[in-house]
């Protein structure tokens, strides 16, 4: 998606090797325009596809999960990192590795939002080495739901998340997929 790509190369800094910052428009700071061309560009891209949940790990694919579900006409359902006082019955867990907080988390999601008789769209930020979407994939098979597809703002294709789930037969729509990075000149390469 060009306007994603342009919008890195202007605000996005390249902190090390494996590491873009994005948040003063994707993940800190939100361009809900951008959010609604990328919405708009999910849609089109999964238009046949029947979703009719779209599943996202807080916090960073929240916003961007929210404005796509818009153009899908459906709700969102996001795993939560934390257990709190307010959830209640039975739910669905796994275990997430962060790569960018670099710690695990116990994620879950209440069985009454997600069931056998969903089909998921899964919306994320950003797609390094696939942990978290594993983890997501997980609790929708847990649910017994379906995988209609992946929805990843970027992708790092140089790490080896993408490439996996690909090889596992997973429908996955990357909207720029940065292929190298270059701290020290700040360059970045997109894949064509």
Do not use: W
């Not at 046949?48 to 459906?74: N, Q, W």
């Not at 275990?95 to 695990?104: A, E, K, L, M």
């Not at 988390?105 to 994320?124: M, R, T």
Request: net charge negative.
């Amino acid at each position: 998606m060009e306007q994603l790509e342009e919008r890195i190369r202007r605000d996005g800094v390249v902190k090390s090797e494996g590491v873009l910052k994005v948040d003063s428009f994707l993940n800190h700071q939100l361009d809900i325009e951008l959010f609604d061309a990328m919405g708009a560009e999910f849609k089109r891209l999964f238009a046949d596809a029947p979703v009719t949940k779209i599943l996202t790990i807080e916090a960073s694919g929240i916003g961007i999960a929210c404005v796509a579900a818009r153009h899908f006409g459906v709700p969102v359902v996001f795993a939560k990192k934390a257990q709190s006082i307010n959830l209640d019955g039975d739910m669905h867990t796994t275990r997430i590795q962060s790569f960018t907080h670099g710690r695990v988390y116990d994620v879950i999601v209440s069985k009454k939002f997600l069931g056998p008789d969903d089909h998921v769209l899964i919306i994320d930020d950003f797609l390094a080495n696939g942990c978290a979407l594993n983890g997501l994939i997980e609790l929708v098979d847990e649910a017994g739901a379906t995988v209609e597809g992946i929805g990843i703002a970027i992708e790092k294709g140089f790490q080896p998340g993408g490439d996996g789930l690909r090889e596992r037969g997973y429908r996955l729509e990357s909207l720029a997929i940065v292929d190298a990075m270059d701290p020290v000149t700040g360059e970045i390469e997109f894949r064509r």
